[in-house]
């Protein structure tokens, strides 16, 4: 089974004391935080153990804040309920960026591993 564009999302993750890296993720569901089991785990201290979430619902991706105490941030403005990512979007969680990569064509998921010793 091949994946099309639409299917996965490229975010580009980066981190203070790490380069920002690409990655493509095409899972219904994408989980961020501190916890290993995460899908993307960031070590950070001020990000809860399961933060946020991305999902996809009839081909389009949203963001939500898992509850966490410190909040997650789309375009400088704190989550309160999901909403949905465009090409070019910014969420903020800690000292974290998550941008939603803008391609020629169809955006394609990428998240930044901060712990890949890459």
Same mark, same amino acid.
């Given at each position: 089974? %091949? %994946?099309? $564009?639409?299917?996965?999302? !490229?975010?580009?993750?980066?981190? =203070?004391? @790490?380069? =920002?890296?690409?990655?493509?993720?095409?899972?219904?569901?994408?989980?961020? /935080? +501190?916890?290993?089991?995460?899908?993307? $785990?960031?070590?950070?201290? @001020?990000?809860?153990?399961?933060?946020?979430?991305?999902? *996809?619902? !009839?081909?389009?991706? @949203? &963001? %939500?804040?898992?509850?966490? &105490?410190?909040?997650?941030?789309?375009?400088?403005? +704190?989550?309160?309920?999901?909403?949905?990512?465009?090409?070019?979007?910014?969420?903020?969680?800690?000292?974290?960026?998550?941008? &939603?990569? %803008?391609?020629? /064509?169809?955006?394609?998921?990428? &998240?930044?591993?901060?712990?890949? $010793? *890459?």
């Amino acid at each position: 089974m %091949t %994946t099309s $564009p639409k299917d996965t999302l !490229d975010l580009r993750v980066t981190c =203070p004391l @790490f380069a =920002p890296r690409v990655y493509s993720v095409a899972e219904e569901k994408i989980t961020i /935080g +501190r916890s290993s089991s995460c899908s993307i $785990p960031i070590h950070d201290r @001020f990000l809860s153990r399961q933060h946020a979430e991305i999902v *996809r619902i !009839d081909g389009e991706w @949203f &963001v %939500t804040d898992s509850g966490s &105490v410190n909040g997650t941030y789309l375009n400088g403005v +704190r989550l309160k309920e999901r909403t949905p990512l465009r090409p070019g979007d910014r969420i903020t969680i800690g000292d974290n960026e998550i941008v &939603v990569v %803008t391609h020629e /064509g169809p955006a394609v998921s990428a &998240v930044l591993m901060p712990n890949d $010793p *890459r």
